[in-house]
């Protein structure tokens, strides 16, 4: 991994509030979640806008934040991070779903289109730029005969959350791969891999 390409932040995405916690728009947040339960952390600010921790893995550190914009204007506060803390748009990895990859799988990715996810849209144009990293974690495929908005709003079934939760284990451990061994091993081990219900 580059020095310009070093991982400084992580930003999950979701609703904020009790009635959006569980739907699978939210599994940026759930990421986060995983993160800090995971790895030694202390929170260091808190506002209307956004929750941010400061987290300790091995010899580094990084930071992970949580907007609470709501999903269509997930990148107001990256103008914000970006002027505090002097970082460059390569040094965040965004978490969020995504409805075209399947449950059970994640996807590490540069750059490239939002593929029509509203909360990416809002940080290409806060950033004024497509180039951060993002991890993808599947929550496809939908029906074709139901709802977008209903579907990425809507709660998972027992069995797909089993299957959640297996992929949300993994998440401490990519971040791990990505500091200590850059993005590149991180994509080789972990897109493309299939997570099974494991009782």
Do not use: C
Request: negative net charge; without cysteine.
């Amino acid at each position: 991994m580059s020095k310009g390409m070093e991982l400084k932040m992580v930003v999950g995405l979701g609703n904020p509030g009790i009635k959006y916690a569980m739907t699978r728009h939210n599994v940026g947040f759930m990421g986060i979640d995983r993160i800090l339960e995971r790895f030694e952390n202390v929170e260091i600010t808190e506002n209307v806008r956004y929750k941010l921790w400061e987290v300790k893995l091995d010899d580094k550190s990084f930071y992970v934040v949580k907007p609470f914009t709501y999903m269509n204007l997930s990148g107001v506060i990256f103008p914000e991070i970006v002027n505090k803390y002097s970082f460059k748009s390569e040094n965040f990895l965004v978490i969020h779903d995504d409805v075209y990859i399947d449950l059970g799988r994640v996807k590490i990715k540069y750059d490239g289109s939002s593929g029509g996810h509203n909360g990416i849209n809002s940080i290409v144009s806060f950033l004024e730029t497509p180039n951060f990293w993002r991890l993808k974690i599947g929550i496809g495929p939908k029906r074709e005969d139901e709802d977008l908005v209903s579907f990425v709003l809507g709660e998972f079934e027992e069995e797909e959350f089993k299957i959640l939760q297996n992929v949300l284990n993994t998440v401490p451990e990519i971040v791990r791969t990505i500091l200590n061994h850059g993005y590149e091993k991180a994509m080789s081990l972990y897109n493309g891999m299939k997570v099974e219900n494991v009782e």
